[in-house]
């Protein structure tokens, strides 16, 4: 299943029903009179967040969404009846735009959350009741008021608890791949990954969601390599575990460039709790992993660990403390090795 996470839709509420122009004529019965009802309101549009989705890929298929008009109103005073609503399921997470891709107009961030987007147009009055003491016999009815139409933008921030960034190639894909049961692309080149991953990680009776996001690279926020579009589906984790590749010459440089670029993306990114994750230690000496930690630690306060995605090397110590952010407690600072565990 492709992974899409912004469209562009149209929708319209239904049009009201007409009014009735109707006069009672029946046999043997004397004073006639109007009788025309009125019309059925029409269908209103309405968004549903629903938990089993993750994607827009629905939308693809199909951009325009129009709710059915009322019924006409009919003679003996029946009113028309009311068209059903149009209800469009998408995933929690989803932001409603304006055409302006500025403006946010709801943000469906709960399951079972419903808002009416657009509603639907009254039905016109039927000749009975525009019925005076001085105008006994109106032929007057009027036509539905027309529905509502609008052009919308739908943009998918994905809910997690937890968010992986860092350069690509930095293992993120590999460490989903190890504490969740996600199965995402892995590669020995960058940019393997190309849409948002996510994953489920229990650990200590805790059990919360990881999303990985494809790499950042410098300029990112200028639209280099895949650009920071992706950033999005982080802003609403509680914690980013931020990996670093081990292998680079200088880890406090790629340490850097992340940071900046999540200064430069906003939305309260540089902000949010942090771990640093020093990743693929099991290909360097343990004498250059104590070098590159003590130089991690001279340029952020938040917590440096060391682990490895391929042989599993700490993760569980690392979940722990994710799993600490999540519950909004303290993270331990020396969470104790556990080179043998196998998630």
């Not at 469906?108 to 987007?117: A, L, S, Y």
């Not at 539905?144 to 139409?149: A, D, F, I, L, R």
């Amino acid at each position: 299943m492709k992974f899409l996470d912004q469209v562009k839709i149209f929708v319209k509420s239904g049009d009201g029903g007409n009014g009735c122009l109707s006069f009672r004529r029946e046999k043997y019965i004397e004073f006639g009179g109007p009788d025309g009802g009125d019309g059925g309101r029409g269908g209103d549009v309405v968004l549903e967040a629903v938990q089993n989705l993750n994607t827009l890929i629905d939308f693809r298929y199909r951009q325009h969404f129009k709710a059915p008009r009322g019924n006409g109103g009919m003679g003996r005073d029946r009113t028309g009846a009311a068209a059903e609503e149009l209800v469009i399921k998408v995933p929690v997470g989803t932001q409603v735009l304006a055409e302006d891709r500025e403006t946010l107009l709801h943000d469906m961030d709960e399951p079972g959350k419903r808002v009416v987007i657009a509603r639907g147009g009254d039905g016109g009055f039927g000749n009975a009741h525009y019925k005076t003491a001085t105008n006994q016999a109106p032929r007057r009815a009027d036509s539905g008021w027309p529905g509502e139409e609008a052009w919308l933008w739908l943009r998918l921030k994905l809910i997690a608890d937890a968010g992986l960034i860092g350069l690509p190639n930095a293992g993120k894909s590999t460490f989903l791949s190890r504490v969740t049961a996600a199965r995402p692309k892995i590669g020995d080149y960058p940019f393997t990954t190309l849409f948002p991953n996510l994953g489920v990680a229990t650990v200590g009776g805790d059990e919360f969601v990881i999303a990985d996001i494809p790499g950042l690279i410098e300029g990112a926020h200028e639209g280099a390599g895949l650009g920071d579009r992706f950033l999005g589906h982080v802003e609403r984790t509680s914690v980013l575990l931020h990996l670093i590749d081990a292998t680079a010459e200088d880890v406090t440089e790629s340490y850097r460039v992340i940071r900046e670029e999540l200064a430069a993306y906003g939305g309260g990114l540089d902000e949010k709790p942090e771990v640093v994750g020093l990743n693929k230690c099991d290909s360097i000496l343990d004498e250059e992993i104590d070098e590159k930690i003590a130089a991690l630690r001279d340029v952020t306060d938040s917590p440096v660990l060391a682990l490895s995605g391929v042989s599993g090397y700490n993760l569980k110590s690392v979940l722990h403390t994710l799993a600490a952010y999540v519950r909004g407690e303290v993270a331990a600072d020396e969470p104790e090795d556990d080179t043998d565990w196998k998630p």
